[in-house]
T-cell receptor, first 114, second 115 residues
Framework: KNQVEQSPQSLIILEGKNCTLQ??????????LRWYKQDTGRGPVSLTI?????NTKSNGRYTATLDADTKQSSLHITASQLSDSASYIC?????????????FGSGTQLTVLP | GAGVSQSPSNKVTEKGKDVELRCDPI?????LYWYRQSLGQGLEFLIY????????KSGLPSDRFSAERTGGSVSTLTIQRTQQEDSAVYLC?????????????FGDGTRLSIL
């Protein structure tokens, strides 16, 4: 069964600090991996999409890494801001093209304190 | 607006009533998805529409759930004879083309509460 496990479940950091969120997956075969940011009461917003051939991708202060061999990804947030407080969701896609082939993690709830 | 629009944003209803949730996707997006998000859980796939193809209904949890997409645009998710376990946030997303290569654009969801 395809699974996406995220850690930690929740994280509290101080404004200005860096943090790293983890995503381990068992989806195989694999097409791409996405990170989404979901603010409270809002829908998820795409941060990055990486295919198996990409090791890293950045979007401003967000940098995602992917190791397709170990089936691990991380999302690194640099110089955190209060607005980074949100749930971060890892999504892994199989190549079949079916919508059902998107497997969502349960998310990491990040809280940035002043 | 330019984003995916969902209505209502909140819905409170009594057990046993029927509800209709609406999704207006981004113009030109051929793919439309419905998901359910329960507290502390990952998104649960419900149904997928792609252009004029038959929808993928494989994620619908029971025959009380149905959805349609009229004219390749607006979609309605209907839940009949609602149960308390139907309480969740229902999210709609659209994309330019089918997964897995395109990013999904999500609406802000409908928070459904069954009393």
């Amino acid at each position: 069964k395809n699974q996406v496990e995220q850690s930690p479940q929740s994280l509290i950091i101080l404004e200005g600090k860096n943090c790293t969120l983890q995503c381990n997956y068992t989806v195989s075969p694999f097409s791409n991996l996405r990170w989404y940011k979901q603010d409270t009461g809002r829908g998820p917003v795409s941060l990055t999409i990486m295919t198996f051939s990409e090791n890293t991708k950045s979007n401003g202060r967000y940098t995602a890494t992917l190791d397709a061999d170990t089936k691990q990804s991380s999302l690194h947030i640099t110089a955190s801001q209060l607005s980074d407080s949100a749930s971060y969701i890892c999504v892994v896609s199989a190549p079949s093209g079916s919508a059902r082939q998107l497997t969502f993690g349960s998310g990491t709830q990040l809280t940035v304190l002043p | 607006g330019a984003g995916v629009s969902q209505s209502p944003s909140n819905k409170v209803t009594e057990k046993g009533k029927d509800v209709e949730l609406r999704c207006d996707p981004i113009s030109g997006h051929t793919a439309l998805y419905w998901y359910r998000q329960s507290l502390g859980q990952g998104l649960e796939f419900l149904i997928y529409f792609q252009g004029n193809s038959a929808p993928d209904k494989s994620g619908l949890p029971s025959d009380r759930f149905s959805a349609e997409r009229t004219g390749g645009s607006v979609s309605t998710l209907t839940i009949q004879r609602t149960q308390q376990e139907d309480s969740a946030v229902y999210l709609c997303a659209s994309s330019v083309d089918r997964v897995p290569h395109q990013p999904q654009h999500f609406g802000d969801g409908t928070r459904l509460s069954i009393l």
